[in-house]
């Protein structure tokens, strides 16, 4: 089996690792061809494997108002009789007042317009579309803010995101290699304020919660992401693609990173709070 990945972000990265350990070949992109990757652009390279892959998965979040995967190898993709995939984002939902939302919700009203066109565009293609969350693992979790002095609370009552562990994801796109098309979100089941899984953080370290911040102190970027609130349905990957998260909740998936890490998390380099890249 020969696996393609558009875009070698930090979930592409975990799901190659678990598939070359499986036995898979596994080639991937990025943008300057570092390692043993091939670069994006080069377009007589990525016409070869895509010729010999058996799957293609795109973690390529959209350029402005364009998908390049798309734009550049989409067609080609569509022709070479691979299993595709994408890896979208929940974003594509918009705000749902805190309601829960499955794959049936209507895409396109919320701030990520661009994803919601690419999102359509690889169903169109016949792609497995995973619908991701707030995406967290080792390296980049609120155990790392807490530690480097990064995490703080905000001040929105009634908000609540969904998160989802890396390698549940990981197991989620794999589950999906044997599925249907569609789409599939791959979130825990416990929807959660930040603020209860920043304050869970910090006691697994033995630390006081960092303060509140007031809403308006914040980016606009980081604005925006609380403008939305929505409860991520799972229902349909455990259904349809068989699968179960390993972390069904942030408070299982924290306990596994704080026990994993070595040397002590309180000595972890500084994570990003939040990523496109997938």
Same mark, same amino acid.
């Given at each position: ?28 992109? *990025?943008?300057? $061809? %570092? ?6 652009? +080069? #377009?007589?390279? @990525? !016409?070869?494997?895509?010729? =010999? ?53 209507? *895409?396109?009203? $919320? %701030? ?6 690419? +999102? #359509?565009?690889? @169903? !169109?293609?016949?792609?497995? =579309? ?65 603020? +209860?899984?920043?304050?869970? !953080? ?77």
């Amino acid at each position: 089996m020969r696996l393609l990945i558009f875009g070698l972000g930090y979930t592409a990265q975990a799901l190659a690792a678990r598939l070359r350990g499986a036995g898979w070949q596994v080639v991937g992109t *990025t943008r300057d $061809g %570092r390692g043993d990757t091939i670069r994006f652009d +080069d #377009s007589v390279a @990525l !016409a070869r494997e895509i010729a =010999v892959a058996t799957h293609i998965l795109s973690s390529v979040p959209p350029a402005g108002e364009i998908d390049p995967v798309l734009v550049s190898y989409g067609a080609a993709a569509a022709r070479s009789g691979a299993w595709l995939g994408y890896l979208s984002s929940t974003g594509v939902y918009g705000d749902a007042a805190g309601a829960w939302v499955d794959e049936s919700a209507p *895409t396109g009203t $919320g %701030r990520r317009s661009a994803r919601a066109e690419a +999102d #359509s565009a690889w @169903l !169109a293609l016949g792609a497995r =579309v995973f619908r991701l969350p707030g995406i967290y693992g080792p390296g980049r979790s609120p155990l790392d803010r807490v530690a480097t002095g990064a995490a703080h609370r905000v001040e929105a009552p009634g908000q609540v995101f969904s998160r989802a562990h890396v390698a549940d994801i990981v197991s989620g796109v794999i589950a999906g290699f044997d599925a249907p098309a569609g789409a599939y979100n791959l979130a825990d089941d416990l929807p959660a304020s930040q603020n +209860d899984v920043i304050a869970f !953080a910090a006691a697994l370290l033995g630390r006081d919660p960092p303060p509140f911040v007031p809403l308006d102190s914040l980016s606009p970027m980081a604005r925006g992401f609380y403008a939305e609130n929505r409860r991520i349905a799972n229902g349909k990957a455990k259904r349809v693609l068989g699968w179960r998260p390993a972390y069904p909740d942030y408070r299982a998936g924290l306990r596994a990173l704080k026990a994993m890490t070595s040397p002590p998390i309180t000595s972890a380099a500084p994570a990003p709070a939040s990523s496109d890249q997938r």
